[in-house]
Every structure is written in C-alpha cells, then in structure tokens.
C-alpha cells in the first residue's frame, strides 16, 4: 500500500521568546523539529507499511530549511520525502496550506500511486488549528477520519478501514472506504528509534523538491498571502492585569497558620464559597 | 515562509492590497450571526450556550439576528435544544432532521451544513472547538473557501462590519487579531469555556425553519458501527469544574503531585496542571490546563507551583479567584493572580488540605 504523511516542520515553541520592546518573535537561534503531533502520524504510517507492505511518502511544505525534518522522517524509516518549496507559498493560511499540500498530494498520485490512507497529526504546535487535515480531506474527496486513537483494521481486499475516533463523549467506531485522511491522536504509539541502515540510506538519500509549477499548480493566485481569505492585522503582547495580586504575608508563621490564613483570606475574597463546600465537597 | 494563519507576519499598515474590506455583491448578501448547536447522543455540549451569549452581543452591534442551527435525528432532543437555544438568545433555529444525521459523521454534517449556508448567507457563523466542532468547521470553510479563525479568544465586530477575531499566537506568548474580509462566511471556532455561559431565560421564544436535507443513508459512506461512552460528560469535567487544583514543575517531582490531588479531593474539585508537567510525563495529558490544554472558569483556581506562562493564563483568566502559590516572587503569575503566596508549594497545600478539611468536617458535625 502507498501512504502518504504530511509533516510540518516547527519551531521548538518551549524556546520561543518575544523581544520585550517590539513584541516581535526572536527567532533566532530557535531550534526547529518536527511538529510532535505529526510523528504520531508518521510511526502509525510505518506500522502498517511494515504490517502490509508498500511505502511511505513524507510530505511537507516549508522553507528550503525544511529539509531537515524530512531527512529526520527518513531516518526513521520513510521511503520518500518530497519538500514542496516556493516563495509563492509564503503567507498561507490554513485554506492555502490545504490547496497546496492537495495539489502536491495529486502530483504524488499520478508519479508514485494513489495512496490509500494520507495521514496528517491532529494539529500543530505552532498554529494549534488542527484545520489543515480536514481541509486536505475535502480538497482531495477522502473520506476524513479526525482524532483516531486506534486502526482496528485495514482491510486491502476490500479497500475499508475500520477506527476508533475519539469525540467529544466517547468512543466511535467507524467503518469507512479507502482512499481516506486520518489525523491521529497523540499518544496512540511511541516513535521507533531509528534503524542503522536507515540512517545510512537517508544520509544519501534525494528529497524531492518540488516548486508550485512542479507540484502542477497553475493558479497561483490559490496560494500563499493571495489565496488566504484570512488576514491577520494586528499581532501584540497580552495586556497585564492592572493589579498584582495581593500577596499574603507570612513572616513568623507556621505551616498549619499558613494553611488557615490562606483559607480564611480565600472565604473572605468568596464569601458563598464556604456553604457551597459544605453542600459539596468530600469535607472529610 | 510559514504555513499557518497564526504566523503570518501582519501585512504593512495601508501598502498591501487585500487589507481592506472590498466585498463583491453576492457576499453583500450574507447577514446574520450563526452558531452551531452542538447536539451530539441527545445532549447538546454547553460550548454552543457560551456562543450564543458571544453571538448575542455581535448580532446587536450588527443589527442583524442571531441563530442556531441544530442538525441532528428527528425526535424530542433536537426540538428541546432548538427550545434551549431561544433561551440562550437566539431569535432564529434553523432545524435540519434527517436519521442519517443520528450520529456525527463529516461527511453529511458537512454536506447539509454548506448547503444550509449556501442558501441562508450568514455573515457570520460560529462553532465550539469540540473535537465535532474542528472536525465540521474545516470541511466547511473548505467547501466554501472562505476563511476560518481557530479557537479564538475575543470576538469583535469592528467599525465596517467585520469580525475581528483574536487568538493567541506562537504557542500562547502573543495575540494575534484575524479578519475575513473579502470571503462570507467568516467562521470562528472557539473552545469550551472561553466565554461565559449566558443567562438563561426560558420565557424566550423564537422562530424555527425546518429544513428537509437531501440526504440518502445508502450514499453515505463512512458507517458508525459502535459508539462507547466517557463516564463522565462534559459538564462534571475539569473544564466546567467549579474548583480547581493545579501543579506545575515547581512541585519538584511526580510525587509531589499528590498534594494537588488531595486539596482537590477534599474542596470537591479537580486537578489540572500546566504544560511542562504533562511533557514530563507526571500527569496524563487531559489534565493539562492552559491554550493546548482545557480553559477553565472556575469561582476557585488554585496554582501550585505554576510560572504562569501565557500559554498557561489564557486558560485560567475567567476564574473568579486566582489564588498563586511560588518560591519566585516574580514568577509571571503573580501578575494575574488574585492573590498570592510567596512560598513551597509543597508544604503549604499540605497545611491548606488540612485546615479545609478540618473546617469542612467541623461544620459538618455542628449542622
């Protein structure tokens, strides 16, 4: 079977940090990885390649820079990366994202095969829109399948694919038609160290690079700042609270003091709050 | 380059086109505010009451009427939610039966929800960022090509009309405002607990338009084959919990987090935690409170041992009491903190279970 992963290569957010002055992002120096959610995707991917056979092609849209991530994917096992890079691409939201990883997703098809399953994580970590997966689903007519935690079963001679998607208050188990888009929910499996050969084949390996015009895209005005209904006018630092909290002085005092001080500060700041406990808490 | 709404770098004051709104005539048709009733096994997810009272206020500042769309199997629930929106605020219900439409499935929630925009042209519309709410919303401002604002923080509308649309940014360490100018819809996911829970009044009514949808269940390929219920709903959870516990790496070790729990335990409440604490692997990642995590409104929160992060406060900024604890009397929390204590966390919740549980007990007894 043929399946397709789409990665996004992130900053490491836990080191972003915002110049205090001009409330820009301080990128320099941040380090880059594969967005955390998206390797969820990529082991699920690989599990079943070796459960069923075929390839895996990674996917991404990103800066030249973005290679990195892919080699990364290689290394673990992926047989194809394929970056699709290009200034046109700059700007894009999550409409114009889904456009272009569509129309490269097609170019893929007609050059190595249609895939069965593409796979995307549930979100980034940059962006948290989780929206990108969906749209791919829609742009491509798969059949889409959000939030799964567990594949039951890929069953090939009958082209189905049978999940368990968390929702909202349970459990799904749903049944559904192949070629479809699954984003998978984190925790669901643990990324395999990758093998030596591996390594060695991804050090030498070609990622694929592809332009707009590679990836058949011949309307350009459907991609980046142009194809993105959204705008964003105004980026600024949350504004402080006007106080700062009351700090409790606790000079000269025990811990159990401590302790009743506290609660006797917090039921004078909310004063329901105590014949509310009485009707509801533990209390023992 | 960067791939994402929420990245973009904001275009120069006035020098690129497209900043301004320019809307051709078939969206100068598009009016009303819309929210998705999220009407999923026979209950209807409380996120779609905190949007109605949201849209409320931006359907009065356009002038224009609010409604709520319910789409579900024909029966009594989907009428009592259609009853419950108008007493949310809602002037309109828009009701679209169908048995098909008995479980949540993309695909015909998609197809009937585009078709209903398509026919009813809301300027506006809004849906809870519920796992059912990101799931429908990108298929259908895909469909529709037009622009979608994930899990916002603060809905406005500006002086032409738009809708402006924040949301935190870069992981939670900056805002950002987003605007659909030129596309209608503008869509707007927002999670559960970010806006207030509007007043109630059930002497509300309004207008319903049933919809009959086009829909044969033989054409629809996905199948729902089992569906194995969370034993706990939405509302006894951390996010709608009335008090709540949490710890983050100032707590110094896994264990520590006990001291969390049993305060939690013993107000009735829940226990959360901040980020780092999940990425250390101390406590299970549905507990993480914060912008990836659940937002929360408590009348008590309780941090322990938290920094307070951006990320971490645009989660608990609608409690009613913040109450901080941290050895770092500049820690970032003490800035939206209510009240706070310079001090070890983990010897102070200690000293606070034993005092609550003591007064609980003794007033217990004495009534």
């Given at each position: ?5 789409c990665?996004?290569?992130?900053p490491?957010s836990a080191?972003i940090?915002?110049?205090?002055v001009t ?5 320099q120096?941040?380090p880059?990885i594969?967005?955390p ?9 690989l599990q ?10 990674v996917l991404?849209m ?13 290394t ?13 691409f ?11 990883l ?18 995307t ?9 989780a ?11 798969l ?6 935690a ?6 090939l ?39 030596m ?7 030498r ?51 159990d ?28 | ?13 006035g ?14 048709a ?10 999923e ?31 579900g ?8 939610a259609?009853a419950?929106?108008?007493a949310?605020?809602?002037d ?5 039966q169908?048995e098909?439409l ?5 695909d015909p929630y ?13 300027e506006?519309l ?29 809905l406005?509308v500006d ?34 607990r970010v ?8 002497d509300?009514?309004g ?14 390929v ?24 949490a ?28 980020r780092?604490?999940v ?5 299970p990642?549905d507990?993480q ?13 309780i941090?322990?041992g938290?920094s ?8 608990v900024?609608?409690?009613?009491l913040?109450?901080a604890?941290?050895?770092?009397k500049?820690a970032?929390i ?15 919740l ?7 549980r003591?007064?609980l ?7």
């Amino acid at each position: 079977m043929h399946i397709v992963v789409c990665l996004k290569q992130v900053p490491d957010s836990a080191q972003i940090r915002v110049h205090p002055v001009t409330n820009t992002i301080m990128r320099q120096g941040v380090p880059t990885i594969i967005n955390p959610y998206d390797l969820f995707a990529l082991e699920q991917a690989l599990q079943l390649r070796d459960t069923h056979g075929g390839e895996v092609t990674v996917l991404t849209m990103g800066p030249p820079m973005a290679e990195d991530s892919l080699r990364k994917a290689l290394t673990f096992g992926a047989d194809r990366a394929v970056l699709l890079t290009d200034r046109f691409f700059a700007g894009s939201d999550t409409l114009a994202t889904s456009f272009a990883l569509s129309s490269a997703i097609k170019k893929i098809s007609e050059t190595w095969g249609t895939p069965e399953i593409v796979f995307t994580g549930k979100q980034t970590i940059d962006g948290d829109t989780a929206q990108v997966g969906p749209g791919i689903a829609r742009r491509l007519d798969l059949n889409q399948l959000t939030y799964v935690a567990r594949i039951a079963e890929i069953d090939l001679t009958e082209q189905t694919a049978t999940v368990e998607r968390r929702s909202e208050g349970g459990v799904q188990t749903l049944k559904t038609n192949l070629p479809c888009l699954i984003t998978m929910l984190e925790g669901t499996n643990t990324m395999r160290r990758g093998s030596m050969p591996d390594a060695l084949r991804a050090a030498r390996a070609e990622v694929v690079k592809w332009t707009a015009a590679d990836a058949g895209i011949t309307d350009l005005t459907k991609c980046g700042l142009k194809g993105s209904p959204t705008v964003v006018k105004r980026v600024f630092a949350p504004t402080p609270r006007s106080e700062r909290a009351q700090l409790i002085d606790l000079a000269g005092l025990s811990n159990d003091e401590i302790g009743e001080k506290l609660m006797a500060e917090i039921f004078a700041r909310q004063p329901g709050l105590e014949a509310e406990l009485e009707k509801t808490a533990a209390g023992y | 380059m960067s791939n994402d709404a929420t990245v973009k770098t904001p275009a120069p004051q006035g020098g690129r086109a497209g900043m301004k709104k320019e809307l051709s005539e078939e969206f100068k048709a598009y009016k009303h505010v819309w929210v998705f009733v999220e009407l999923e096994r026979g209950e209807v997810h409380p996120v779609s009451w905190e949007l109605l009272g949201e849209g409320r206020k931006l359907a009065d500042k356009l002038g224009v009427e609010l409604a709520g769309v319910v789409i579900g199997a024909p029966g009594e629930a989907i009428k009592v939610a259609a009853a419950e929106a108008f007493a949310y605020g809602a002037d309109v219900a828009y009701l679209v039966q169908h048995e098909a439409l008995a479980d949540y499935r993309n695909d015909p929630y998609t197809r009937v929800f585009t078709e209903l925009v398509k026919t009813y042209k809301p300027e506006i519309l809004l849906l809870g960022a519920t796992t059912l709410g990101r799931d429908l919303a990108g298929s259908v401002a895909t469909t529709l090509l037009t622009g979608l604002t994930a899990d916002s923080t603060e809905l406005a509308v500006d002086a032409d009309g738009s809708l402006a649309a924040t949301r935190p940014t870069f992981g939670g360490s900056l805002l950002c405002t987003i605007y659909t100018l030129n596309y209608r819809p503008q869509m707007a996911t927002v999670r559960p607990r970010v806006m207030a829970m509007p007043e109630r009044r059930d002497d509300r009514i309004g207008r319903v338009v049933e919809v009959a949808p086009n829909l044969v269940e033989n054409d629809i390929v996905t199948k729902v084959l089992s569906f194995l219920p969370d034993r706990e709903s939405a509302k006894s959870s951390l996010a709608y919990a009335d008090i709540v516990v949490a710890g983050g790496i100032g707590l110094q070790s896994a264990d520590n987090f006990q001291h969390v729990k049993a305060l939690a335990e013993v107000l009735g409440g829940e226990y959360g935690c901040s980020r780092p604490v999940v990425q250390k692997g101390w406590v299970p990642v549905d507990r993480q409170i914060g912008q990836t995590g659940k937002t929360i409104r408590p009348k008590l929160y309780i941090a322990a041992g938290i920094s307070g992060a951006i990320q971490h406060r645009v989660g608990v900024e609608g409690a009613d009491l913040i109450v901080a604890i941290n050895t770092d009397k500049n820690a970032p929390i003490f800035d939206f903190a209510h009240m706070g204590l310079v001090g070890d966390a983990t010897l102070i919740l200690p000293a606070l279970t034993r005092a609550f549980r003591a007064r609980l007990s003794v007033n217990r007894l004495a009534s």
